[in-house]
């Protein structure tokens, strides 16, 4: 009887730091999310416009308490995962990625956002191909999202990656995305 490793603490996962080439030819650190991350979210959200932030919390004014805050650097790598977009030379964070899985580690549900002044420069992609890489690597078999509808970047994304998209039966506002990673 050994102990179960989806229930040991892993140590920060330090071979999934990279550099990602942006569409203009710049480059970003992509590296997994720290406890210390929780410094740079303040200035983030500051650079992400309302309509954004609604698309990607169904809310234009989240939570940004020190407890949401934590919730989202604060990772469990053995049951989640989450990249931040660094940028070099100011240390500035550009966009994050993120994966939770199930209790069962078959499949987990993404989000992604990316700096409102960054949009259209592939950033969201590169993260995008990132968590997909990790999930994969990770034993995971499905990724899965829920996306509302007017967010149509995002679900014409998710049509390039592969996702299939579904219009939610509870809600005609929210499209789920899944994508098999099998």
């Known amino acids: 009887s050994g102990i ?4 040991a603490i892993r140590p920060y996962p330090k071979q999934w730091e990279r550099e990602l080439t942006l569409g203009d030819a710049s480059t970003v650190l992509a590296r997994p999310v720290r406890p210390e991350d929780e410094a740079l979210y303040e200035d983030f959200f500051a650079k992400v416009e309302p309509n954004d932030l609604r698309l990607r919390f169904f809310t234009p004014k989240p939570d940004l308490s020190h407890r949401f805050l934590a919730r989202l650097t604060q990772i469990d790598y053995a049951r989640a995962m ?11 964070l550009l966009g ?4 939770h899985a199930d209790p069962d580690h078959e499949t987990a549900e993404y989000a992604v956002m990316v700096r409102s002044d960054l949009k259209g420069q592939g950033l ?7 968590i997909i890489e990790f999930a994969r690597k990770d034993g995971l078999k499905v990724i899965h999202g829920e996306v509302l509808r007017r967010n149509t970047n995002m679900l014409a994304m998710c049509k390039d990656l592969g996702f299939a998209q579904i219009v939610s039966h509870d809600d005609a506002d929210v499209v789920s995305v899944t994508l098999s990673l099998q």
């Open 4 to 7: 179960n490793p989806r229930f």
């Open 124 to 130: 969201g992609w590169a993260l995008m191909q990132m």
């Open 82 to 92: 989450a990249f931040a977009a660094i940028k070099p030379d100011t240390g500035e």
């Open 96 to 99: 994050v990625v993120r994966i």
